[in-house]
C-alpha cells in the first residue's frame, strides 16, 4: 500500500465528480472505451454506480478481436450497459494505404489510439455524452500514453489514483478477478504489455513515484529507502521529463 486511502470514501468522491461533471456540461450521459483491462472497467464501474446504466454507452474498439474483445464484453454485460463493438483494423489498414506507408510498431499503435479516441467522440457528439478517460496517475506521471489519444478526454476520473490503487480499488468495487490478475496490457500489438514496454513492473514504479512526488525525496534516497540502484530511480525520472510536453497544453509564443 502506497498512500493510507479510505477506498469508500475514494469512491464516494469519485461517483460525486462524475455527476457533477455532467450536470456542468448538461450533457445526457458518459461514453467510455471498453478494453477488457482494470482501468477501463473500474471507470465503468464507477460510472454505473455514479449515473445508472442507462447514462453509459461503452464502446469496444479492437483491433485483434480476441480474449480482451470477450472480456470487454463481459464487462459490459455485468454492468447490464448498452455497447457497441467497433473493429478498428480495417480502419487502420486504410489510413496506412492512403498516407502511402508502413508504420512502424510504435507509429501504428498511436495510430491505433487515436482512432479509437476520435471514434470515441464521434459518438459523444452525436449523443451529447461526455467522453470518460481511463489514464492512472502512474502511466500520466511517464508518460505512458498517446498525446491526443488515450490521454484525451473529456474527464479523467482516475487521474489521482496510482496503478496499484487501481488494483485495490477494482476489489472494492467488484470488479472480477480475472479482470485484476490479467497482466495490463494496451492491445496494440499480440503479446504486447504495458510493463515489458514500460521496462519496471507497476509495483517499483508507483513506490518510485510516491516518494518523488508526493513526499519530495531526491533519488539518492528513494535508491537507499526501496534498495534499488540509483540507476533505477533515474530511468523513471528520465521517463517523467521526457513526458512532460505530454502533460501540457501547447506551448506558444507570449506577445504582451
Known amino acids: 500500500m502506497l ?18 461533471r455532467l450536470k456542468e456540461a448538461n450533457a445526457k450521459g458518459v461514453i467510455i472505451g471498453i478494453s477488457g483491462g482494470v482501468d477501463s472497467a473500474v471507470a465503468a464501474f464507477l460510472a454505473v454506480k455514479a449515473l445508472g446504466k442507462e ?18 464484453i463481459w464487462i459490459c454485460n455485468i454492468l447490464g450497459t448498452e455497447y457497441k463493438i467497433i473493429p ?16 512502424n510498431k510504435i507509429a501504428k499503435g498511436n495510430l491505433m489510439v487515436r482512432t479509437r479516441m476520435m471514434i470515441l467522440y464521434y459518438y459523444a457528439n452525436i449523443k451529447n455524452y461526455l467522453v470518460i478517460g481511463t489514464s492512472n496517475r502512474s502511466e500520466y506521471l511517464v508518460g505512458y500514453f498517446t498525446k ?30 480475472k479482470i485484476i490478475q490479467k497482466k495490463p496490457s494496451a492491445g496494440l500489438w499480440e503479446n504486447q504489455t504495458d510493463e515489458d514496454e514500460l521496462k519496471i513492473n507497476y ?17 539518492n534516497k528513494i535508491s537507499e529507502k526501496l534498495n534499488i540502484s540509483l540507476e533505477q530511480v533515474e530511468y523513471v525520472k528520465d521517463l517523467v521529463k521526457r513526458s512532460e510536453h505530454k502533460r501540457k497544453l501547447p506551448s506558444f509564443p507570449k506577445f504582451i
Not at 447514462?55 to 470487454?72: G, Q
Not at 478498428?88 to 508504420?103: M, P, V
Not at 488515450?150 to 467488484?174: Q, R, V
Open 3 to 20: 498512500r493510507n486511502l479510505n477506498y469508500e470514501k475514494v469512491i464516494e468522491k469519485i461517483t460525486s465528480f462524475i455527476k457533477k
Open 55 to 72: 447514462k453509459v454507452f461503452s464502446l469496444i474498439l479492437p483491433y485483434y478481436e480476441n480474449e480482451e474483445t470477450k472480456d470487454a
Open 88 to 103: 478498428i483494423k480495417n480502419i487502420i489498414d486504410k489510413l496506412e494505404k492512403i498516407l502511402g506507408f508502413n508504420s
Open 148 to 177: 491526443w489519444g488515450d490521454g484525451a478526454s473529456d474527464i479523467a476520473p482516475l487521474l489521482n489514483l496510482y496503478k496499484t490503487e487501481i488494483w485495490e480499488l477494482a476489489k472494492k468495487i467488484g470488479v472480477p478477478e
Open 203 to 219: 509495483f517499483l514504479l508507483d513506490k518510485i513515484l510516491h516518494y518523488m512526488f508526493d513526499l519530495k525525496i531526491e533519488s
